[in-house]
């Protein structure tokens, strides 16, 4: 499983113990660097996987996407492609690939449908990323199609959850509040900003869910139409980020700064085909899990201020 320790591969990997999986192999990119073919060709003579789980990837928010557009594209595009071309002239048998909800039009039907997925650009900010991902799409097709190589491809919406990313400079919207509104509680601070205007909506999946749905899918989908992975619930930024302040306990002003970029308007996932086709539904409310990541994130930083001290 390439990126198993990240955010979401940690969630799979625990999954798939918990299941009874004998040996989960997740390299480090210290020793297999994914965007050199011959580190992923070494990868697999050593591991002789029955499975990949691709999830590694190149991510962040808006701002990140920003400032490098060209390695988020270059990096994601090279290891998705070189891994599945290299895991099906290995005769690996089952090849997964997740994607992105960032590779939906700019302007897609809400809820997303998988079917409208090819009907216009994605949003500027995130495009480089989401079409990199996107790619992986066609390619899963073509192999099927060509050499009838079974690689499945899912679209997991935002994902959120203990053990997620609280880098500022990187975080997504969930970690990026939490953390923006427990030090403002910490500092005694009357306000805090968030980018945007609080009216683009997005969706959430809890990490756990995820895994949850990307291992049914392993088990039991054998088709490359792409599948999305959501929980089916919209919100605002402005509605998400009272909610976060409530959880953490920030009672001060929330300041939307305008002139910071919004995003896609709306996401929201059209779930019915992961029902359909291999019995995924999230299980975690919004409110569970939003309280069990504040909860993580305070007793990490707990201990950060123990150990300092």
Not at 106 to 126: I, Q
Not at 243 to 251: N, P, W
Request: glycine residues 10%; proline residues 5%.
């Amino acid at each position: 499983m390439t990126g198993g320790h990240g955010f979401l591969g940690r969630h799979v990997a625990a999954r798939l113990q918990s299941l009874g999986c004998g040996a989960v192999i997740t390299p480090r990119s210290a020793e297999y660097d994914l965007r050199r073919a011959e580190d992923i060709e070494r990868l697999y003579a050593d591991a002789r996987p029955t499975i990949v789980l691709h999830l590694a990837a190149v991510v962040g928010g808006i701002g990140a996407n920003r400032e490098r557009p060209a390695e988020f594209f270059y990096d994601n595009l090279i290891m998705g492609t070189q891994l599945l071309d290299r895991a099906w002239r290995a005769g690996i048998p089952k090849f997964v690939a997740v994607g992105t909800v960032c590779a939906y039009p700019k302007f897609a039907p809400v809820p997303f449908s998988e079917d409208d997925l090819w009907n216009g650009y994605p949003e500027e900010t995130n495009a480089p990323y989401g079409l990199a991902k996107k790619m992986l799409l066609v390619q899963s097709q073509a192999y099927r199609d060509q050499y009838g190589y079974n690689s499945i491809f899912l679209l997991p919406v935002n994902l959120y959850g203990p053990g997620d990313n609280f880098d500022p400079r990187i975080s997504h919207v969930i970690p990026a509040l939490v953390r923006k509104c427990t030090e403002a509680v910490e500092q005694g601070a009357t306000s805090l900003e968030v980018w945007g205007d609080g009216t683009p909506t997005r969706e959430f999946l809890y990490a756990d869910d995820a895994a949850e749905g990307i291992v049914l899918a392993a088990e039991k989908y054998d088709s490359s139409e792409p599948v999305n992975l959501g929980s089916g619930v919209e919100i605002s930024i402005a509605d998400l980020a009272q909610k976060v302040a409530s959880v953490v306990g920030f009672t001060g002003r929330i300041v939307f700064d305008a002139t910071k970029p919004n995003g896609q308007a709306r996401r929201q996932l059209d779930t019915r085909r992961a029902a359909e086709r291999f019995g995924f539904r999230a299980k975690t409310s919004f409110d569970e899990g939003l309280r069990k990541t504040v909860e993580w994130y305070r007793h990490q930083s707990s201990r950060k201020a123990f150990v300092i001290g």
